[in-house]
């Protein structure tokens, strides 16, 4: 146990360590890929919270982000900023001279979140499986038509634009993201550890079993639902600052849909995979954006190509649920571990 | 009753009978297997674009395109659930919803990548844009055909579903999945069957659909598909009559709030999720359900 926590810490300073690394040598756009990699782990460990580990299968992460983006981005934004923003309709003058440190407002958005998702989740948590899907999916649509239509505190669909971003050397700064993620890793770990997190993994595997053993059912899926919108909402916080603007458009279902396919792949309630898999399909999200071009065959040149590269993501998620049903990543990561591990 | 309120009452008659086709499909899947059907509003997308091309780029007639569309889109639907679905039979619901989800942004992101991402508009043939008049109100004649159709299309399914061997089986298969099967009854083919009625119901809707709103898009399914799960889960989901009952309150119910509520329009869409969620809160058998005991 003792050697373990030793190993862990030295590991973590790696970590950090190669991080600095890469945030003085790579150029700009592969730190923002790396940067995006760090966010979408912390992103991918919510939903693993709620979908994962406690088995309830919600569709609203979109939704949660959302809050939390728009909370970081109006507390963050200096005042002149905001005032050239908000061109077509002045914001209400109390948000408006609101402003206060990056750490403040991350919170803030995280707590905003986790409100939300307590508000939400209290009734809604009663349904089980696919109408809880369908009323969570309900839920982020609700917020992101909300935010479309609050104009003087959002802004409406113009968006916002110049969210201040936290950079080092004119690049985005890796410890930022990466070190919440890390501090999410290590929560998760302890927590699912806990007397909570078995809580947790027993309802998810029966929910009349856990209840006749004195779980408090609703507490705990409460519980659950709240610490991932929290964390969503940090996630989403992030994002904003490090795209700089954000709008109603980009909190779509089909940004919910990302995160999920990062969770499946990565194996549900596997902490480890799903750092593996978020990083993986990020680079990959990225690294595929040529298959929307234009590609040259030799012999001839294909035209633009748009779509192309989500037909592929959407089929590597339907073939690996047909096909691999208890996660790719994780398989992989166990037999890997089989090869080289002594025990 | 004046003339202004007739006139919205016959738009959303007609906007509630095309929820009320595409509920059915829903509906009549979830009855069997248990399964929202994502991919459901996609395949109505497909149909449209189907219609679409095939009154632009052939020569047939467009009442022969509007069929030979709908019964392809039916047998897409069949494919669908052959290569998504079929394979997780007996998997956990969540997988099998994951599947459906991923099955609903290959079909848009391939729509994107077929059809092209930019908007088309809808050939619609000329007899649809006559307007007629009855007494004070004057509507264009497809908002009257919308709901003749779908009337015809009730009574005949209704018809298939209580009359016929195959209706029988369904009934059967969603009334107890396990004892049907026990009692013989071929289980792949009825529902396939289920499948291609409800895409091409859902195809006829997308046609109306395209002929109302003459726009087309590769997302353009996403939004009525959400909508007409809801009116399924309104109604109570796996009941045919309650699907068509809660296609009307959500067609009727959007149309008159926009028109007496015009400050709400920007919430328009807010409408359905929200009229969901106290319908789940209140009744989540919803109004014409059956109350199922959990079985311990």
């Known amino acids: 146990m003792k050697k373990n926590t030793v190993f862990n810490i030295i590991l973590i300073a790696l970590v950090l360590g190669i991080l600095i690394l890469m945030n003085v040598f790579l150029d700009n756009y592969k730190v923002t890929v790396i940067n995006l990699c760090g966010i979408y782990i912390i992103l991918a460990l919510s939903m693993n919270l709620i979908n994962g580990f406690t088995g309830l299968f919600s569709l609203g992460h979109a939704g949660f982000m959302a809050i939390g983006a728009y909370t970081v981005a109006i507390l963050t934004m200096p005042v002149a900023t905001k005032e050239m923003n908000f061109y077509m309709k002045p914001m209400v003058p109390f948000l408006l001279n609101l402003n206060m440190p990056f750490i403040f407002a991350l919170i803030s958005g995280g707590l905003m979140a986790a409100l939300f998702g307590f508000l939400i989740g209290a009734p809604v948590l009663k349904l089980t499986d696919d109408y809880l899907a369908i009323a969570t999916l309900g839920f982020s649509e609700i917020i992101r038509i909300v935010i479309v239509n609050l104009q003087s505190i959002t802004n409406g669909s113009l968006g916002l634009k110049g969210i201040p971003k936290l950079t080092i050397n004119n690049k985005p700064n890796l410890l930022w993201s990466w070190g919440i993620a890390i501090l999410i890793i290590v929560f998760m770990n302890v927590l699912m550890k806990g007397s909570y997190g078995k809580a947790f993994k027993a309802i998810r595997e029966d929910e009349i079993a856990a209840r006749s053993m004195g779980i408090n059912l609703f507490k705990h899926k409460v519980l659950s639902f709240t610490i991932g919108s929290f964390l969503a909402g940090i996630g989403g916080g992030l994002l904003a600052t490090s795209l700089g603007t954000i709008d109603p458009t980009q909190f779509k279902f089909a940004l919910t849909f990302n995160i999920l396919l990062m969770v499946v792949l990565g194996g549900m309630g596997n902490i480890n995979g799903n750092v593996v898999s978020a990083i993986v399909i990020t680079i990959a999200m990225e690294a595929l954006r040529f298959l929307d071009e234009p590609i040259n065959l030799g012999f001839t040149v294909t035209s633009a190509l748009p779509g192309l590269r989500m037909v592929v993501f959407s089929l590597i998620l339907m073939l690996v649920v047909i096909f691999k049903k208890d996660g790719f990543v994780k398989n992989t990561l166990e037999k890997v571990r089989g090869k080289y591990a002594k025990n | ?296």
């Open chain 2, 1 to 296: 009753m004046n003339k202004e309120f007739l006139q919205h009452m016959a738009n959303g008659i007609s906007l509630g009978s095309l929820y009320a086709l595409i509920a059915i499909g829903y509906t009549m899947v979830y009855g069997i297997l248990r399964l929202i059907n994502f991919a459901h509003g996609d395949i109505f997308m497909l149909g449209v674009y189907l219609t679409f091309y095939g009154i632009t780029y052939t020569s047939i007639p467009w009442y022969i395109v509007f069929i030979l569309a709908s019964v392809i889109t039916g047998f897409l639907g069949v494919t669908l659930e052959r290569l998504a679905y079929k394979p997780l039979r007996g998997s956990p619901r969540i997988t099998i919803l994951i599947s459906a989800i991923g099955a609903s942004f290959l079909l848009q992101n391939a729509g994107v990548l077929v059809f092209g991402g930019r908007p088309k508009a809808f050939p619609t043939p000329e007899v649809f844009n006559k307007v007629i008049s009855i007494g004070e109100i004057s509507v264009a004649l497809v908002n009257f055909i919308i709901p003749i159709v779908t009337l015809i299309l009730l009574v005949i399914l209704n018809f298939f579903i209580q009359k016929t061997r195959t209706g029988m089986a369904m009934r059967a298969l969603s009334k107890d999945y396990e004892a049907a099967s026990l009692m013989g009854i071929d289980i792949n083919n009825t529902i396939s069957i289920t499948f291609f009625i409800g895409s091409f119901l859902a195809a006829v809707g997308g046609i109306m659909w395209g002929i109302k709103y003459p726009q087309l898009m590769p997302h353009m399914g996403v939004l009525p598909g959400l909508k007409c799960f809801i009116a399924a889960v309104i109604g109570g989901i796996g009941s045919i009559s309650g699907a068509v009952l809660g296609g009307f309150i959500l067609g009727l119910g959007e149309i008159l709030l926009i028109a007496f509520l015009p400050s709400l329009t920007g919430y328009r869409d807010a409408f359905a999720f929200i009229l969901l969620i106290i319908i789940l809160l209140v009744k989540p058998t919803g109004l014409m359900g059956e109350k199922i005991a959990e079985k311990v």
